[in-house]
């Protein structure tokens, strides 16, 4: 009982309302009852929540539909998605040149949609009292493998010379490849004496252990151990900004947001269910987000997506005619 | 020979034996206790029969493992079905029946070598055999050819797809290999004097070996499917890449059914920021432990019907 309660508490302190549900629960048509067949998902276990979340909240509208959702993770998804195995493909990242190639040798059209944002939170050691900001460059120069830093000392001569420990999720991971990309580049390359961990709750544990230490992953664990580490404030060059539902949703938390998307087969989309899957995708995503521990798009973006998926728009908007992935927020690109 | 020595240098030799083999069982003992006390002091307060029998849910206290749990108890009964008459019957004719030629050395190699493989692989194998069947019959779900009607318990589909069948079938390939050497050794252990009785008194190769060998061996057959099977039910990456799912809101209905298992479950919610996942993963953790006992269990229970004493 002691647990249940203390999950509702951290649900209702990052702002969120048991109403949401019974809301979503009304807006569902009658005639999703009826609705039969088979949609399979695939792909990130970072999205994975959400579509859960989703597919959960469908289930009691429409029981007839059997969804099924797996975690090969985003590369995984990808394939299987370009192949034409699967319907959706839940993405932590938009799709690579060589895969969408892939997708059209094979005949497959998709629509590209975002539904959420993960914010990427910088934390140290809640002793740690002298580190409160960091710029982008900073951050850079901490993880990069030419930056040579060793101690605390070395990023500011204000600051006291303790031994820097850094921590890091696993390489492969999605995380990992967008933070990667927006510190030292896509051709830069991360040091190599960092302690790694697939599981991001070990990162947590790490640095909540070690006064020196400095690490990051998906806000959501920061939201759950907000007692046990410390979030650093970013500079991207307009002055520090917390990290907080707000501050990403509004993307002045630049440049640690990124957007999670789903990919919908379009010839899927034909078939009914998946259509009314989609859409209830669509319409809940901003309620549901949030109580899986991400934070929803800002309502531009969701009339973008809302529109694009209406129109059946295919193709990415993330890699240019030459293949080359476009840089830039979300807000920026995506239209 | 070393010099004779005196008998309390023997008896402190002896001592400080027993010392070393007491420690190290009780380290090993001391290992598996703090686990499970741990495991238990976690999710023994979240376990309970709704948890059982609910399906999957974003939130905590709604979550439940009946389509991990019911996904695992199939795909391992496939599993342990197909394994064992298979594997048995591999090691009976390579002891009892084949001469000892090239063949069967370069069979006997290759099982020892496949034991050693990592499950992973046996994964890739069991996509490319058993899921896709190769592309022979093509590689759409809709263009597959279906026997019987889907509703129905006897329903097959060419190619498997990532169903149940395909999952057992890929863990068989994992544990095939320990079947296999276990249920060698344990016919090798059968003395050759029974099996010249049986001869001198007239019995055919068959005969003597339902009759004699095997049931001589049960025991240590039976000790290799319990250590296959615990294997099987804990394996993940195999059927990770057969695109095992984790979320499924039925659970499965023929051999043609989609599913999810209780390892990949486990793994995800440990792998939550929510504490209440942690808990719920521990709970979790004791359904496996008891459905890998139940499966021990019936092991336990076969051993003790068909084993024959030898004299």
């Known amino acids: 009982m002691k647990n249940t309660l203390t999950f509702a508490t951290k649900l209702a302190s990052m702002g969120l309302l048991a109403g949401a549900t019974a809301m979503l629960l009304a807006a569902a048509p009658q005639d999703m009852k009826a609705l039969k067949g088979a949609i399979k998902v695939d792909g990130s276990s970072t999205v994975y929540p959400i579509t859960e979340a989703i597919a959960e909240e469908f289930n009691k509208v429409a029981s007839k539909v059997r969804v099924t959702v797996g975690i090969s993770g985003t590369g995984g998804g990808f394939k299987r998605f370009c192949a034409g195995e699967i319907d959706i493909s839940d993405a932590s990242r938009p799709i690579k040149k060589s895969e969408s190639d892939g997708a059209g040798k094979a005949g497959v059209e998709f629509v590209e949609l975002p539904v959420a944002y993960d914010g990427l939170t910088i934390v140290v050691n809640p002793k740690n009292t002298w580190c409160t900001a960091l710029t982008v460059d900073q951050i850079k120069k901490i993880y990069s493998a030419s930056g040579g830093i060793k101690s605390w000392k070395d990023i500011d001569p204000t600051w006291p010379d303790k031994a820097i420990k850094v921590y890091s999720p696993g390489t492969d991971s999605g995380t990992f490849d967008y933070f990667k990309e927006v510190t030292v580049g896509k051709d830069g390359s991360i040091r190599s004496d960092m302690s790694v961990s697939e599981d991001d709750n070990v990162l947590v544990r790490g640095v909540s252990g070690d006064e ?7 806000c959501a664990y920061y939201f759950e151990n907000k007692d046990k580490v410390k979030a650093v404030a970013i500079d991207g060059g307009k002055g520090a900004v917390a990290v907080s539902v707000e501050s990403i949703e509004n993307g002045s938390y630049a440049p640690f947001s990124r957007p999670l998307f789903i990919y919908v087969n379009k010839k899927s989309a034909e078939r009914a269910e998946v259509d009314a899957f989609v859409d209830f995708y669509l319409k809940n995503a ?9 934070v929803k798009l800002p309502e531009a973006i969701y009339a973008k997506v809302g529109k694009n998926w209406d129109d059946r728009r295919t193709g990415t908007q993330f890699s240019d005619a030459e293949g080359k992935a476009v840089a830039g927020s979300l807000a920026d690109i995506y239209k | 020979m070393s010099a004779p020595r005196s008998a309390a240098s023997r008896l402190l030799a002896n001592r400080v034996f027993l010392v070393t083999c007491l420690v190290a069982t009780n380290v090993a003992m001391l290992v598996l206790a703090v686990l499970l006390i741990s495991i238990f002091w976690q999710g023994w307060d979240t376990l309970s029969w709704k948890f059982i029998t609910s399906f999957a849910s974003r939130k905590p206290t709604d979550a439940g493992i009946m389509a991990p749990l019911m996904g695992s108890v199939w795909v391992c009964s496939i599993c342990g079905l197909v394994a064992l008459p298979l594997g048995v019957g591999t090691a009976v004719f390579l002891e009892e029946f084949a001469k000892k030629t090239r063949f069967t050395r370069v069979v006997q190699t290759n099982i020892m070598n496949l034991a050693g493989v990592p499950s992973i692989v046996y994964g890739i194998l069991g996509l490319t055999a058993f899921a896709r069947m190769f592309g022979a019959f093509g590689t759409n779900v809709e263009e597959a050819i279906t026997l019987g009607n ?3 318990l006897l329903f097959l589909r060419l190619p498997f797809g990532s169903s149940v069948l395909a999952g057992g079938l890929t863990l068989m390939l994992v544990i095939l290999p ?5 249920t060698q050794e344990a016919l090798r252990a059968v003395p050759g004097s029974l099996r010249a009785g049986a ?28 250590l296959s099977m615990s294997r099987a039910i804990g394996e993940s990456a195999p059927l990770l890449v057969l695109g095992g799912l984790l979320l499924v809101f039925n659970t499965p209905e023929n051999l043609m059914s989609d599913f999810a298992i209780l390892p990949l479950q486990i793994y995800n919610w440990a792998g939550r920021p929510q504490d209440a996942f942690h808990e719920i993963a521990a709970s979790a953790i004791i359904v496996q432990l008891a459905v890998l006992l139940l499966f021990n269990g019936i092991a336990v229970f076969i051993r003790q019907k068909l084993q024959k004493p030898l004299q």
């Open chain 1, 212 to 218: 020196g230490a400095i690490g990051f992953f998906g």
């Open chain 2, 178 to 182: 320990v079947v296999i050497i276990s």
């Open chain 2, 199 to 226: 001869f001198a008194l007239g019995a055919t190769r068959w005969q003597t070996v339902w009759g004699i060998t095997l049931p001589a061996a049960i025991p240590g057959i039976m000790t290799g499917a319990i």
């Open chain 1, 286 to 294: 901003a309620a549901l987000v949030g109580e899986v521990g991400y």
């Open chain 2, 150 to 152: 889907e509703d129905s």
